[in-house]
């Protein structure tokens, strides 16, 4: 199961995408037994390096390039189920390169574009900063005009590849004035002076997390992404696009998930039985599959959406990120629990997922925030 169920996602696919979904599945299987899950942070910078470099010569980057949602998501729940880190390179590529797509800056579009699709130039989206996280417009990083070029000011936390990628999607204020309307958008090369890694954090799972710092780095004016003050509508639309894939990442990690719980239910026997024929662990087993075919279908109906070219997906995203990787939560947990204690030992596949799928509910938009950007849509448009 670490492809879509292709019965009650097949209304949301065409042919073209069925067929995705098993060499997807195939590659991420046969590459995550030649690129075993990284034991530290230090080895998840090098392995995902290792990761980047066959995900772009093998062509899985392109679905983001084509802007082809559910390709993305099919690619998403193939890679989440065999490498959390895989999952999280691939999702890493696309929020650095979608606003390059999405804004109207062919420079920076043929500068950084090919190298990213292609595997060999490594890209980080900045956004969050120490008291900007769900409040984005509270961005106090700043970008002040001197002549051609901006100087950027200002520190981010929470960056995925900070320290090791090429280039950097970096939001900052142009006009704090405005609060969400002053923030604009610029590509930093990594090289670029007075951009600093400044120091590595570790999560649970290992990750190539951690902060840097802008310290009168000049960038020039050409490098904006869009008009000067746009850059919040840009990022908002970029997880517009990528939210539902975090939701097909949670999917593949609870495929797996439950693919090693209903394993070991068949060959565990327990008081002359095997596990799977207790009506508990039945119940269970029900209950994780519910949740996974309703995730799947939330998941595929927001890309499908999406690729059908809606201009916003916001309701139908955050309907499935939020509703995906809370499930996927349930899902793993449950898993860890019939597996007992073999379940949480360190190599076992569902520790693993355990640990990882934690901050699927907090990325790209907490679980709450996705709620309340629910809501206020209904109330807008007055919807019960």
């Known amino acids: 199961m670490t492809r879509p169920d292709p019965v009650p996602v097949r209304a949301f696919l065409d042919e073209a995408h069925h067929a995705l979904a098993a060499l997807a599945g195939a590659f991420a299987t046969e590459t995550a037994a030649v690129l075993p899950e990284p034991r530290d942070d230090a080895e998840a910078r090098t392995r995902a390096r290792e990761w980047l470099a066959r995900l772009g010569e093998g062509g899985w980057l392109e679905p ?6 559910r390709a993305c998501c099919l690619t998403r729940e193939a890679l989440g189920a065999a490498s959390p880190l895989a999952d999280a390179v691939f999702a890493l590529q696309g929020l650095a390169t979608v606003p390059l797509l999405l804004a109207a800056n062919e420079a920076m579009r043929s500068r950084w574009l090919d190298d990213a699709i292609h595997g060999r130039a490594m890209g980080a989206f900045a956004m969050t900063e120490p008291e900007a996280g769900s409040d984005v417009a509270a961005i106090a990083t700043s970008a002040r005009r001197e002549g051609s070029a901006y100087v950027l000011d200002g520190s981010k936390t929470f960056i995925s590849n900070a320290g090791i990628a090429d280039f950097y999607a970096v939001f900052a204020t142009t006009d704090p004035s405005l609060g969400g309307k002053g923030i604009s958008c610029f590509v930093v090369p990594a090289e670029t002076p007075g951009l600093r890694f400044t120091r ?16 009168g780095c000049r960038v020039p004016e050409a490098n904006r992404l869009g008009p000067e003050g746009r850059g919040f509508a840009l990022g908002l639309k970029t997880l517009d696009r990528l939210r539902a894939t975090v939701g097909a990442a949670a999917c593949g990690m609870a495929s797996r998930a439950l693919d090693e719980a209903l394993r070991h239910a068949r060959a565990r026997r327990q008081f002359g039985k095997p596990l799977a024929e207790f009506q508990l662990v039945q119940e269970k087993l029900a209950r994780m599959a519910i949740d996974l075919t309703a995730a799947r279908l939330l998941v595929y109906r927001a ?4 690729d059908r070219g809606a201009e916003r997906v916001t309701v139908e995203a955050a309907m499935a990120k939020a509703f995906a990787t809370e499930a996927a939560q349930r899902i793993i947990d449950d898993a860890v629990q019939i597996l007992g204690g073999a379940g949480v030992l360190a190599e076992s596949p569902v520790d693993r997922l355990y640990r990882a799928v934690r901050a699927l509910r907090i990325y790209e938009g907490t679980t709450e925030i996705q709620h309340l950007v629910i809501a206020g849509h209904m109330v807008k448009e007055g919807q019960a």
């Open 64 to 69: 983001i390039r084509r802007q082809d949602w």
């Open 200 to 215: 590595a954090q570790v999560l649970a799972a290992p990750h190539p997390l951690g902060e840097i710092a802008f310290e």
């Open 303 to 306: 890309a499908y959406e999406a």
